[in-house]
T-cell receptor
Framework: GESVGLHLPTLSVQEGDNSIINCAYS??????FIWYKQESGKGPQFIID?????DKRQGQRVTVLLNKTVKHLSLQIAATQPGDSAVYFC??????????FGAGTRLTVKP | NAGVTQTPKFRVLKTGQSMTLLCAQD?????MYWYRQDPGMGLRLIHY???????AKGEVPDGYNVSRLKKQNFLLGLESAAPSQTSVYFC??????????????FGPGTRLTVL
């Protein structure tokens, strides 16, 4: 899950396994959500997004699930590869244009 | 297309010094943003712009100023740097407000240390 502490949550998976990264968002009125990937020393990169009127959205090897009842978002990465190693964080949009970003989870893929 | 570029990549300042960070985008985007990223924390919005000649305050604007004189450039200024401004700064741009089919594109970041 997400953390605002100094140390990010970590997830370590074996190459080829599926990864699930979780995010608890804060505002029940948020209407749009994004997952980003950030590699070391680089800027965030958009992965996939979802609107609040959707429960699930699939991309290439990634799936985002939204549970509005418990304000929870998850990112599933299928057949995780070493190149997937990065920090992943979620973002929520509220008040029409305000964004709140999570601190992220560090994913490490072991070969 | 270079996307979003930032200069400089690294900078060390002494307390009280001033500097300007430059962000440029070649996607003709209307919206531009400046964020800071601190260890273990999510991105926080400093200032943003919804078009050439406009600027607005974000979540943490104190100690920073911005200007958007040209559509492709968004400058972030620190008039009198403080150690609390040590951070990694990211610029981003989007065509419209962030939403479906309107993603933000981020630059590579500027790592600033204030001694």
């Amino acid at each position: 899950g997400e953390s605002v502490g100094l140390h990010l949550p970590t997830l370590s998976v074996q190459e080829g396994d599926n990864s699930i990264i979780n995010c608890a968002y804060s505002n029940s009125a948020s209407d749009y959500f994004i997952w980003y990937k950030q590699e070391s020393g680089k800027g965030p990169q958009f992965i996939i997004d979802i609107r609040s009127n959707m429960d699930k959205r699939q991309g290439q090897r990634v799936t985002v699930l939204l549970n509005k009842t418990v304000k929870h978002l998850s990112l599933q990465i299928a057949a995780t590869q070493p190149g997937d190693s990065a920090v992943y964080f979620c973002a929520e949009r509220y008040n029409n244009n305000d964004m709140r970003f999570g601190a992220g989870t560090r994913l490490t893929v072991k070969p | 297309n270079a996307g979003v570029t930032q200069t400089p990549k690294f900078r060390v300042l002494k307390t009280g010094q001033s500097m300007t960070l430059l962000c440029a985008q070649d996607m003709n985007h209307e919206y531009m943003y400046w964020y800071r990223q601190d260890p273990g924390m999510g991105l926080r919005l400093i200032h943003y712009s919804v078009g050439e000649g406009t600027t607005a305050k974000g979540e943490v604007p104190d100690g920073y100023n911005v200007s958007r004189l040209k559509k492709q450039n968004f400058l972030l200024g620190l008039e009198s740097a403080a150690p609390s401004q040590t951070s990694v700064y990211f610029c981003a741009s989007s065509q419209d407000r962030v939403g479906f089919n309107n993603e933000q594109f981020f630059g590579p970041g500027t790592r600033l240390t204030v001694l």
